[in-house]
Structure formats: C-alpha cells, structure tokens
C-alpha cells in the first residue's frame, strides 16, 4: 500500500529566508507526487506534481521540489519565503491505475516577519 | 474556466438524519473524486467516480455513497450521520483517471457539522 509521510507538524521561517517541507514516500510502483497548500476555510490549491524526468520540478507561486528516488523524497522548497505562503501543505502519492490520491498529514508553515 | 464548485458551502444536520452534496467539476473534466478531511485522520479518500460509473472506494463504511450524472456533476450521500461524520467533504476533478499526467483539482469543500 502506499502512504506518504511528512515529519514535521510545523516549519517557521523568517520572511526572505528559504524554506523545506520535508516529504517521503512508499509506493511499490511508480510514484506520482503532488504537494497542494491549503489557505484556512479553504480547499486544496494545486502547487506541482512530479511525474517522471527532471528530478527538480517547478511550480506556482515560485515553489519547486527535489525527486530524489534513492531516498524516497520529495521535499517542497522555496529560495525566498513570503509571510502571504503561511498555509497548511500537503504531499500527496498516486500508484498507477485510478486517482485515489493518499495523502501526508500535512505541515503547517509559518513564515514571520 | 471556472474551477471545481461544492454545494452547500455549510451544513448543520442532526444525529440520524441524511444529507447530500453536491459537486460540479471543471468544464471538459471528467472524473471526480471525494475526500474527508478531518483534524484527527486527516485527508482520507472516499470514492472516485468516471463515466457514471465508481471506479475506486476507500474504506468507508456503506452509509457513504455516490454517483455521477452524464455531466459528469456528482453527489455523495451519507446516511444515518454520526458525530463522527462531521468534516470538510472536498471534492475533486481531472481530465481522464490513471493517465501519466492527470492532475486532480480541488473544490473549496463542504464543512458538515453533525449536532
């Protein structure tokens, strides 16, 4: 079965600095990964996904993340953080075949001034 | 294009009752799927419908149930709540299931509260 671990509850970093959301995975197939943020009251925002090909994926909001298959990683990162990207994030694994998407507990960033 | 519309936003139902929600893909897409999402298990998928028909089902008991329309439009329905029901429903639409690439995209939920 696949499943998605994501080791931090909370990550705060100050505003301008870089910032990592740690994520792993286990999928027996061929993993597809997604990281999606989530603003309060809302829903899930897509950020980026990794398919196959390049290990450095780029996405919305000047947000990219590192495959690494060796280390079943896939951490979501950022060269310069916003107060505005303080949300909940979620890493996300789909196996192959339909769409069910099986997701982290998520980890809440919080970026300060 | 509009994105992934939930109806109601908000929902206050009672012990025992039933309840249905709504959800209206993205134009042109063709699949939807369900999540619940609640503070103490998280995001947990629900069921995953294409072409009319239920492709996938997590591990939700049979008081949670389905469909979709020819539009592709979809209701979930949950019968005889439980307190334990109440959370965030999101729903989510992409193009075609399984592909490679195929990316879901979510609604802004429905947030149950069971009294």
């Known amino acids: 079965a696949q499943s998605v671990a994501q080791p931090e509850d909370q990550v705060n970093v100050a505003e301008g600095n870089p910032l990592t959301v740690k994520c792993t995975y286990s999928?027996?197939?061929?993993?597809?990964l997604f990281w999606y943020v989530q603003y309060p009251n809302r829903g899930l925002q897509f950020l980026l996904k990794?398919?196959?090909?390049?290990?450095l994926v780029k996405g919305s909001y000047g947000f990219e993340a590192e495959f690494n298959k060796s280390q079943t990683s896939f951490h979501l990162k950022k060269p310069s953080a916003l107060v505005s990207d303080s949300a909940l994030y979620f890493c996300?694994?789909?196996?192959?075949?339909?769409?069910?998407?099986?997701f982290g507990t998520g980890t809440q960033l919080k970026v300060e001034l | 294009k509009a994105g992934v519309t939930q109806t109601p936003r908000y929902l206050i139902k009672t012990r025992g009752q039933q309840v249905t929600l709504s959800c209206s893909p993205i134009?042109?897409?063709?699949?939807v799927s369900w999540y619940q999402q609640t503070p103490g298990q998280g995001l947990q998928f629900l069921f995953e419908?294409?072409?009319?028909?239920?492709?996938n089902k997590g591990n939700f008991p049979g008081r949670f149930s389905g469909r979709q329309f020819s539009n592709s439009r979809s209701e979930m329905n949950v019968s005889t709540l439980e307190l334990g029901d109440s959370a965030l429903y999101l729903c989510?639409?992409?193009?075609?299931?399984?592909?490679?690439?195929?990316?879901?995209?979510f609604g802004p939920g429905t947030r149950l509260t069971v009294l």
């Open positions: 989510a639409s992409s193009l075609v299931p399984g592909e490679v690439g195929d990316t879901q995209y």
């Open positions: 999928v027996s197939g061929n993993p597809y």
């Open positions: 990794y398919i196959t090909g390049d290990n």
């Open positions: 996300a694994v789909r196996e192959g075949g339909g769409n069910k998407l099986t």
């Open positions: 134009s042109g897409h063709r699949s």
């Open positions: 419908y294409f072409s009319e028909t239920q492709r």
